[in-house]
């Protein structure tokens, strides 16, 4: 089925870098609210130009030539619209206006790739994720304009050069709110974001072959930072008058007793605190990333947090909490750690998940079935990435099966009789 779309022409005349009164004509084509110019051949003075109904204002000889030129114009461009339209499933600007100057752009472009998956996958995509998918277009045209010095690019012409150009205009960027180049993981997720668009582009059969054939994504295992039980100990029991400080310590501490990221503690209401199995208080929600459904009990200090903040002043609605950015709450969880001596780690919200899943629950015998079920993970799998076995753990286990072997022959050195025997 096909999207509805928005198409029309315009015309509008332009001084820039012009300094005799006169001005040239462009003619405007927007399609779904984004647009492309074209320049004329036409330049003509400025006093002429009827804005409003834009024409030239007269009946001499080049007025009449030029407003016909326009009509002329304006007719081609619907022409080559309405072509591309019945051939295309997906249009944008340029590729109408690269039409219209002859040049054979019907194939989908990157631009139009990438529209037509934020526009038909985006109720399977969280909204955070369909912003990812935008920056990796932005990059993505960057490095065309930088090195095909083009606006958009053809997905037929997309081989393996592209891709290894594109991953090395990645290892180079330094996005803002980086410190710093682009991580490895960082580059691997957009390249995997262009993976799954040209997937997507060949079972539409927009392309012929994969260029990702012969390219391997190279994603680098990373240890996930998490707090010991003495440094979540110490953030609980960190005290502050400035309130901010103290909204972000009482949110931080509890994600890490429930594992609620931060969009989805964003969005808890009143609504989502129920009476569980055991008649206790329990949170009932929906991972707005996988749109899973995930309950748990209020364990800890999570209930009195709720409480704390009931009749809060900066609540909003049935919200739970104060509403307040990721990007101030990670700010401000600095000077907490700062505070709290935590020097060595760099705390951010998202470690209070990685704490529960660690620190919180693993490490204290919760199988890893019920820690998936409670972070909304769709795979186990990825809840393995936090299941790491802490030395601590390790200790505790090993010390107990020694003390069962330590009677047995496993205890001992020397070779039991009834197998001095065996040759």
């Not at 390249?191 to 582009?201: G, H, S, Y």
């Not at 909204?247 to 931080?252: A, C, E, G, Y």
């Amino acid at each position: 089925m096909r999207t509805r779309s928005t198409f029309s022409i315009s015309f509008w005349i332009s001084t820039a870098r012009r300094d005799d009164n006169t001005a040239k004509i462009y003619a405007r084509i927007t399609l779904n609210s984004r647009r492309v110019n074209l320049s004329l051949k036409y330049t003509i003075p400025i006093d002429t130009w009827d804005s409003k109904a834009s024409k030239v204002i007269g009946r001499t000889k080049q007025s009449l030539e030029i407003n016909s030129y326009l009509k002329e114009v304006e007719s081609e461009l619907f022409q080559c619209y309405r072509e591309l339209r019945s051939s295309t499933p997906y249009i944008t600007p340029q590729m109408v206006k690269a039409k219209y100057f002859g040049e054979d752009d019907s194939q989908m472009t990157l631009t139009g790739l990438f529209e037509y998956h934020n526009t038909h996958c985006a109720h399977l995509l969280s909204k955070a994720t369909i912003s990812h998918y935008k920056t990796t277009q932005k990059y993505l045209l960057r490095y065309v304009k930088k090195q095909y010095k083009s606006d958009d690019y053809k997905l037929c012409l997309l081989d393996h050069r592209f891709i290894v150009g594109f991953e090395t205009f990645l290892r180079k960027l330094h996005p803002v709110h980086y410190h710093g180049k682009l991580s490895n993981n960082g580059a691997m997720k957009h390249i995997q974001r262009l993976r799954k668009m040209t997937t997507m582009a060949a079972h539409n059969e927009w392309i012929d072959r994969n260029p990702f054939q012969k390219f391997r994504v190279r994603m680098e295992k990373k240890e996930r930072e998490f707090l010991t039980l003495e440094e979540l100990k110490d953030i609980q029991e960190y005290r502050t008058n400035i309130e901010r400080l103290r909204i972000v310590k009482d949110l931080f501490v509890f994600s890490c007793y429930t594992g609620i990221a931060y969009c989805d503690i964003m969005n808890l209401t009143d609504d989502n605190i129920v009476i569980g199995i055991d008649g206790k208080y329990w949170i009932s929600t929906k991972r707005l990333k996988t749109k899973n459904t995930f309950k748990l009990p209020l364990i800890g200090p999570t209930l009195p947090i709720i409480k704390q903040y009931q009749n809060h002043p900066k609540r909003e609605d049935d919200n739970l909490f104060p509403r307040i950015s990721n990007q101030k709450l990670n700010s401000y969880l600095k000077e907490v750690a700062d505070t709290c001596g935590i020097n060595n780690k760099n705390l951010t919200f998202h470690m209070a998940r990685h704490t529960f899943a660690t620190t919180v629950t693993l490490r204290n015998g919760v199988p890893i079935e019920t820690v998936s079920k409670i972070l909304g993970h769709s795979h186990l799998g990825t809840t393995q990435i936090y299941a790491r076995v802490l030395d601590e753990k390790i200790s505790e286990d090993m010390s107990g099966l020694e003390a069962r072997f330590e009677d047995g022959f496993l205890g001992s050195n020397s070779i039991p009789e009834r197998f001095q025997k065996i040759k």
